[in-house]
C-alpha cells in the first residue's frame, strides 16, 4: 500500500485494534536464489505515543528501563505513524492489548506456501531468532498489503484472490 493509504486508513483510530497483513522477504543464505517472503496477518493499535505506554511508564518508574529517547533511526514525518529514512516510508506499530488473538505467520518460497521448517535452512538464523514481544515495531509501509478497522473482509479478499492465482499457477505447471 502506498504510506497515504495507510495514514487515511490509520487517522482517527488512535489506539484502536486494527486489522493488519504485511509480507516482507526474508534475509537469505548467500547461496540461496529463491525468494522466500514471510507474511504476518494480526490484529495491532497505531497512533500512540510510546512513552505513554503504561508498561514503559512503569519501567522508567522502577528503574528497569531508561526516559524515552528519540528515534534511534529515521524522524518523524507525521509523528506517532509515519517515520521516514533513508527515503523509505515506515509505518509503527503496537502488540494489540487483549493478547488472546495470536498473530498467524506464513512463509512462501518464490511464491508458493511452505512450512517454517522449510525455510529455516534457505534462511539467516537472525530471522528466526527468539524474542519477547516488542513495546511496538516498524513496519516498512511498501510490504503492507491491508490495514485498518474494516480491512478484515477487504485482506480476505486479496489473500483468496492471491491463493487463487497461486492454485492456478500450480496446476498450469503441473500440466506442462
Known amino acids: 500500500m502506498k504510506i497515504q493509504e495507510i495514514i487515511q486508513a490509520l487517522t482517527g483510530h488512535a489506539g484502536?485494534?486494527?486489522?493488519?497483513?504485511?509480507?516482507?522477504p526474508m534475509k537469505v543464505r548467500k547461496s540461496v536464489l529463491s525468494l522466500v517472503t514471510k507474511r504476518?496477518?494480526?490484529?495491532?493499535?497505531?497512533?500512540?505515543?510510546?512513552?505513554?505506554?503504561t508498561n514503559v511508564k512503569q519501567g522508567i518508574e522502577s528503574?528497569?528501563?531508561?526516559?524515552?529517547?528519540s528515534l534511534p533511526w529515521g524522524q518523524w514525518a507525521q509523528f506517532?505513524?509515519?517515520?521516514?529514512?533513508?527515503?523509505?516510508?515506515?509505518?509503527?506499530?503496537?502488540?494489540?492489548?487483549?493478547?488472546?488473538?495470536?498473530?498467524?505467520?506464513?512463509?512462501?518460497?518464490?511464491?508458493?506456501?511452505?512450512?517454517?521448517?522449510?525455510?529455516?535452512?534457505?534462511?539467516?538464523?537472525?530471522?528466526?531468532?527468539e524474542r519477547e514481544t516488542p513495546d511496538c515495531f516498524t513496519v516498512t509501509a511498501d510490504y503492507v498489503i491491508a490495514i485498518g478497522r474494516n480491512e478484515l473482509p477487504t485482506a480476505q479478499r486479496i489473500l483468496a484472490t492471491i491463493e487463487e492465482a497461486k492454485s492456478r499457477l500450480e496446476r498450469v505447471q503441473v500440466n506442462a
Do not use: M
Not at 17 to 23: D, G, L, S
Not at 40 to 53: E, M, P
Not at 63 to 69: C, N, Y
Open 16 to 24: 484502536e485494534h486494527i486489522f493488519a497483513v504485511w509480507e516482507r
Open 80 to 129: 506517532p505513524l509515519w517515520i521516514t529514512h533513508k527515503g523509505k516510508d515506515y509505518i509503527r506499530l503496537y502488540p494489540q492489548s487483549f493478547g488472546n488473538i495470536p498473530l498467524a505467520t506464513e512463509y512462501f518460497i518464490d511464491g508458493i506456501p511452505a512450512e517454517k521448517s522449510a525455510v529455516e535452512p534457505l534462511c539467516l538464523a537472525s530471522e528466526f531468532s
Open 40 to 53: 504476518v496477518t494480526c490484529h495491532v493499535r497505531s497512533g500512540i505515543d510510546f512513552a505513554r505506554l
Open 63 to 69: 528503574g528497569e528501563r531508561g526516559e524515552v529517547q
